[in-house]
């Protein structure tokens, strides 16, 4: 089985653990990134991410000879995608990676391979991809076409949690949707090869969709709690007793609010959903603009809490989006401290362990400094936790003294 070996194109936070996650079955994995310095780092064994056990599995499946990374795309029993899908002006999906990844597989292509889109994408894009190859290689046969077709198409999304992902890659139920039955039933042989969880078999604009209804069901609970936050806020009441208290009603379960919503999921997912169908999904834009809206209310506490004071230091402790990863994308921490950096005579010291520099966006504005918490805690005049990192929980109430902090996690509730 699978003698060609599998294809995944893009090795960002998805793509490489399911190299690994693969290749652990001893089977030959190419991972395909556009980034030559992605891919001199993984043939050396390294991940060029963080996340918890990846170093490992990576190490050890280039040493095994079942993982090595190329710029080129190879031929192969199965082709993976794993792109970006952002979105664009007016929160339109952004399909052009996925395009991209399209062309980069079409010249490979000789009939009885087995397609899988894994980036979350708008209701359609699977099949847009068969429409797409056949464009690209009229002499075969595509799912929209034909339902015996010469190369099968599916989508399976991923489900995994950052801080988790090399257990729930393995652990976690997967949905597969094929284009065909018989696209559905080829893709899911791959994943029962490395998932311990049940393999749920569907069509892929259903598969399409649950993973959109997943992160827009996650983004209407922040926001719930995020305004609770701006309710509270303005009443003098602690919402996290609020919340707490309320929680223990048998019936609910609030989530905790933040600084806004990240990463490249429930922030961009569910305005696929909008994208699609704009007057049936009031309830999804609504929660989306709440917390889009969340950091600028955090900035304007830290706008208060300096008030009076001349050539304030504000320590911004986290940039990423969530605890205890490197990955900044769509990150809320990140909004606040540019916006933060755009207060005349404010100094901001940003504090993120685990990257080694400032992203380009911060690192041009000179009033932005990457500090350590200990720097940090020493300089600043209000300190502002945005990311409850592991390495945060260890410094102590005491230690921020009667300086003004801002606290949107918690940690010090």
């Not at 064994?45 to 490992?56: F, N, S």
């Not at 018989?182 to 969880?197: H, I, N, P, Q, T």
């Amino acid at each position: 089985m699978y003698e060609q070996g599998i294809a995944v194109i893009g090795l960002g936070y998805i793509g490489l653990p399911t190299c690994a996650a693969i290749a652990a079955h001893r089977i030959g994995v190419v991972g395909v990134d556009v980034n030559p310095r992605t891919v001199d780092a993984i043939n050396r064994g390294e991940a060029p991410i963080v996340e918890p056990d990846l170093d490992q599995a990576v190490e050890g499946a280039v040493a095994s000879g079942f993982l090595r990374a190329s710029t080129e795309v190879p031929e192969a029993d199965v082709f993976l995608l794993a792109v970006p899908t952002p979105f664009a002006d007016g929160h339109k999906p952004d399909l052009s990676f996925v395009e991209a990844a399209t062309h980069s597989i079409a010249p490979r292509l000789r009939g009885g391979e087995v397609v899988i889109l894994e980036s979350t994408s708008p209701p359609g894009t699977t099949r847009r991809i068969s429409e797409w190859l056949s464009e690209l290689r009229p002499d075969l046969t595509f799912p929209h076409q034909s339902d015996t077709p010469d190369v099968h198409l599916a989508h399976c999304p991923e489900r995994v949690l950052p801080g988790r992902i090399m257990i729930e890659i393995v652990a976690n139920d997967r949905v597969v949707g094929g284009l065909t039955p018989s696209c559905a039933e080829a893709a899911a042989e791959l994943y029962r090869v490395f998932c311990k969880g049940e393999i749920v078999l569907t069509d892929a604009t259903t598969a399409e969709m649950v993973k959109l209804t997943e992160n827009a069901f996650r983004d209407v609970n922040i926001a719930f709690a995020n305004e609770l936050a701006n309710v509270c806020g303005v009443l003098d009441l602690n919402v996290w007793e609020v919340i707490s208290h309320a929680n223990r009603h048998p019936r609910v379960n609030i989530l905790s609010p933040g600084p806004g919503v990240g990463g490249h999921c429930i922030a961009v997912d569910p305005w696929f959903i909008v994208a699609a169908a704009p007057d049936q999904s009031k309830l999804i834009q609504t929660a989306r603009s709440i917390n889009d809206d969340r950091p600028m209310a955090v900035v304007q506490n830290v706008i208060d809490a300096t008030s009076g004071l001349a050539a304030p230091v504000v320590a911004c402790l986290g940039l990423a989006f969530k605890a205890d990863i490197d990955d900044l994308r769509e990150s809320p921490a990140r909004q606040v401290v540019k916006s933060l950096a755009q207060v005349e005579g404010l100094q901001v010291l940003a504090v993120e362990p685990h990257v080694e520099e400032l992203p380009d966006d911060l690192a041009a504005l000179e009033n932005v400094e990457l500090s350590s918490a200990e720097s940090a805690l020493e300089r600043a005049d209000v300190v502002v936790l945005l990311v409850d990192h592991t390495s945060f929980r260890s410094i102590p109430a005491s230690a921020l003294g009667n300086r003004p902090v801002i606290d949107t996690r918690g940690l010090w509730r």
